[in-house]
């Protein structure tokens, strides 16, 4: 199985900055997905971008995918306080079944 | 978006009791399920996938006889922790495939704490 590695692990800023994330993985895939945790509660999907496409933007995320450098970046513009949490990225197994599996995470802290 | 419904949302129990935890998808029909451990701060810990109609396949590490799943219905699958212990105190979490989208959602999770 595939396992995404988010970096950094911790992330501090102040509402109204942009907050970027990293994942990188290890070998091929068909789709990138990253998802967001609040303690102690289920992960939410945010995006999901497949191998063939290179940029993907939901609302106030930006999504990139790098398949020669096997890495992912998130980025929230104009951040807030409740985009406080945890953010994981996970990815699929191309040409295998699809089990997704997890890093440990970016945890994301926006002061108000 | 679809639904994962999750229950309970936490449990107590004592040494030695079994517990059940449900997974339902709501609005659409998940013939795959995953099973995640996670602890405080760390990432999810793939348990097993839960396949409607047949065994589970658990993961390395993981005991099948310690931690049983069902996945009796396309909506439904369940993790029973057997003669829980404090170790296995953790957050499990469940997530199903939604159709060909490929896209995971989640349960809200389940904070067991075994006394």
């Known amino acids: 199985s595939q396992q995404g590695e988010e970096d950094p692990q911790a992330l501090s800023i102040q509402e109204g900055e942009n907050a970027t994330m990293n994942c990188s993985y290890k070998?091929?895939?068909?789709?990138l997905q990253w998802y967001r945790q609040n303690s102690g509660r289920g992960l939410v999907h945010l995006i999901l971008i497949r191998s063939n496409e290179r940029e993907k933007h939901s609302g106030r995320l930006r999504v990139t995918l790098d398949t020669s450098k096997k890495s992912s970046s998130l980025l929230i513009t104009a951040s807030r306080a409740a985009d406080t949490a945890s953010y994981f990225c996970?990815?699929?197994?191309?040409?295998?079944?699809?089990?997704?599996?997890f890093g440990r995470g970016t945890s994301l802290i926006v002061h108000p | 978006g679809a639904v994962v419904s999750q229950h309970p949302s936490w449990v107590i129990c004592k040494s030695g009791t079994s517990v059940k935890i449900e997974c339902r998808s709501l609005?659409?029909?998940?013939?795959?399920m995953f099973w995640y451990r996670q602890f405080p701060k760390q990432s999810l810990m793939l348990m097993a996938t839960s396949n409607e109609g047949s065994k589970a396949t658990y993961e390395q590490g993981v005991e099948k006889d310690k931690f049983l799943i069902n996945h009796a219905s396309l909506t439904l699958s369940t993790l029973t922790v057997t003669s829980a212990h404090p170790e296995d105190s953790s957050f499990y979490i469940c997530?199903?495939?939604?159709?060909?989208?490929?896209?995971?959602?989640f349960g809200s999770g389940t904070q067991l704490s075994v006394l």
């Open positions: 609005d659409f029909q998940a013939t795959t």
């Open positions: 996970a990815t699929d197994a191309s040409g295998g079944s699809y089990i997704p599996t």
């Open positions: 070998t091929s895939i068909n789709n």
């Open positions: 997530s199903a495939v939604s159709g060909a989208n490929e896209k995971l959602f």
